[in-house]
């Protein structure tokens, strides 16, 4: 920025040469600088003395006096920059988030360069002049700190491996009969949150009963209603509420691949549960209707398939509730 001033300062003193200067002293300028002024030099022509003021400054070159070129507008500043006038010279300053000479400003980007102040697990974009932090899905705050609201709900699943009995049989025994996968949710005490979750996996369906059946495999409440079908829920337990997985129709030995997100409310501190009940330690083997076996895009086992029935549970979006 200084050295940019003093240039721009010398052409204006060059200036100053073609307009102010005057013949001083017919001695020369070894005596008393020819007679110029502070901040002017002097220049022998002739045997003449000849004063000019220095860059950075006007005058006749007796009298100098400092330019400034912010009040002029003759500073060259880039127009996002702020004009600093000094004695003898000036200098351009880029705002808080620009960087360059002065001259010319330029966006810093601070994500890239690693100046940012976000959170660690929060996503940096670059703006113009400044740039934001976000936190990611099932983590609260403004960029800067991240809360993690989640924790363990995200990527809650169970899984019940497939022990077959018989040769060739369309179900498999499974020990223990019962899986039980829970987290707790955090956050801000008093809150009520609006969690949404995506459920993959592959189940056998269950006819549930009383309860609202909204759409696919999910039901809200109710009941099951056949005996030696498995029962896959999630718990809430506040506000208390039961939802139930793999809604449908009990009695077909075939398994459906689910891939679906529904929004919950969970209010802070709560307890949220992943279910599984084979009702008697059975289950169907991972089979679609045409005998196949279902495969679930980018969950583990994928590529493979799972040799079994499991849900994972992942969070989508959290926010407290409108
Ligand atoms: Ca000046
Ligand atoms: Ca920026």
Not at 54 to 75: F, I, M, N, Q, W
Not at 98 to 110: P, R
Not at 190 to 219: K, M, N, P
Request: with cysteine.
């Amino acid at each position: 920025m200084g050295v940019a001033g003093v240039l721009k300062g010398a052409v204006l003193g060059a200036l100053a040469v073609a307009l102010g200067s005057c013949v001083a002293s017919d001695q020369g300028c070894d005596v008393d600088n020819g007679g110029c002024g502070a901040n002017a030099t002097c220049t022998e022509v002739n045997g003449e003395a000849t004063c000019a003021c220095s860059p950075g400054y006007e005058g006749d070159g007796l009298t100098c006096a400092d330019v400034d070129e912010c009040a002029e507008g003759t500073h060259g500043c880039d127009p996002l920059a702020t004009c600093v006038n000094a004695e003898g010279s000036f200098s351009c300053e880029c705002p808080e988030g620009y960087g360059g000479d002065g001259l010319t400003c330029a966006d810093v980007d601070e994500c890239a360069e690693g100046t940012d102040a976000c959170d660690p697990v929060a996503t940096c974009t670059n703006t113009e002049g400044a740039y934001s932090c976000e936190c990611p899905p099932g983590y609260e705050g403004d960029g800067f700190t991240c809360e993690d609201v989640v924790g363990s709900l995200d990527g809650l699943r169970w899984e019940l491996p497939c022990q077959p009995h018989e040769a060739g049989s369309l179900d498999c025994l499974n020990e223990p009969p019962t899986f039980s996968a829970t987290a707790t949710l955090s956050g801000t005490e008093g809150t009520t949150y609006d969690v949404t979750l995506r459920f993959r996996g592959v189940v056998e369906e269950q006819t549930y009963v009383d309860g609202i059946s909204v759409d696919g495999h999910w039901q809200v409440g109710g009941s099951p209603q056949h005996t030696g079908w498995n029962i896959y829920s999630l718990s809430v337990s506040s506000p208390a509420m039961v939802y139930y997985l793999n809604a449908g129709t009990a009695g077909q030995f075939v398994c459906y691949g689910i891939d679906y997100q529904q929004t919950i409310q969970v209010d802070a501190g709560a307890t949220v549960e992943l279910y599984a009940d084979t009702a008697g330690g059975s289950e169907i083997a991972n089979r679609d209707a045409k005998g196949n076996p279902i495969y679930v895009e980018d969950v583990p086992p994928w590529p493979e398939w799972y040799d079994g029935q499991f849900v994972q549970m992942d969070v989508v979006s959290l926010a407290p509730a409108p």
